[in-house]
């Protein structure tokens, strides 16, 4: 599977637009990109993600560049809720329920006050 | 959504002891279940994948002895850390995909395991 570069730490203020990139460049046409996030001491929870559309749900928006080597997650109104390490991960599904998710470092989303 | 629910949040157990930690998908089927360990300020690592009604499968490094998977059902899949010892004390989450095609993996709230 391809792997991933996100930056280690972002902030961002409560009630902004958290922008979290993550850059894919070696991910080949069957894979997916998958956004989830784990908040202090509990499992991660999952976000979205996409092949090559753009897509959009009630928690986030996820942003894929037409050359698919790169991604930005969008939190449209960022709360203290909010704060997480979120982790990006691509992945094939040729085998769809013996697909495990590796998990790099993720990016550390401090939103303040 | 998909749920998967993991028991115990936390235990605390004397070195030597023997540890069990159940997984459950509470609305659908899982024929495979991910475990997952997490030391402090680090990331999750795959420990490996328990397949219903056959062996699991450990990732390079994970003693299968020592951490012995069982997947019995369809919806249950236990981990046991044999003869615990306090390098063993880790956050243990395991996960499960969801029941269609493209369900993304779904994960339990984790185990916290401390040995003293």
């Known amino acids: 599977d391809a792997k991933t570069t996100q930056p280690p730490s972002m902030d961002c203020a409560e009630g902004r637009a958290a922008n979290l990139p993550c850059n894919h460049s070696?991910?080949?046409?069957?894979?997916?990109v998958y956004w989830y996030r784990q908040i202090h001491s509990q499992g991660p929870q999952y976000i979205i993600h996409?092949?090559?559309n753009n897509e959009t749900n009630e928690m986030a928006s996820l942003i894929i560049t037409e050359d698919r080597k790169s991604s930005t997650l969008i939190l449209p109104h960022a709360t203290l809720r909010d704060t997480a390490v979120y982790y990006c991960?691509?992945?094939?599904?040729?085998?769809?329920?013996?697909?495990?998710?590796?998990f790099g470092k993720g990016t550390t989303l401090s939103v303040s006050s | 959504g998909a749920v998967v629910s993991q028991h115990p949040s936390r235990v605390i157990c004397k070195s030597g002891t023997s540890v069990k930690i159940e997984c459950r998908s509470l609305?659908?089927?899982?024929?495979?279940m991910f475990w997952y360990r997490q030391f402090p300020k680090q990331s999750l690592m795959l420990m490996a994948t328990?397949?219903?009604?056959?062996?699991?499968?450990?990732e390079q490094g994970v003693e299968k002895d020592k951490f012995l998977i069982n997947h019995a059902s369809l919806t249950l899949s236990t981990l046991t850390v044999t003869s615990a010892h306090p390098e063993d004390s880790s956050f243990y989450i395991c996960?499960?995909?969801?029941?269609?095609?493209?369900?993304?993996?779904?994960f339990g709230n984790g185990t916290r395991l401390t040995v003293t």
């Open positions: 996960s499960a995909r969801g029941p269609t095609y493209n369900s993304p993996l779904h």
């Open positions: 070696t991910i080949s046409g069957n894979e997916y």
């Open positions: 996409g092949l090559k």
């Open positions: 991960i691509v992945v094939g599904l040729k085998n769809q329920a013996g697909t495990a998710l590796i």
């Open positions: 609305d659908f089927q899982a024929t495979t």
């Open positions: 328990s397949n219903e009604g056959s062996k699991a499968t450990y």
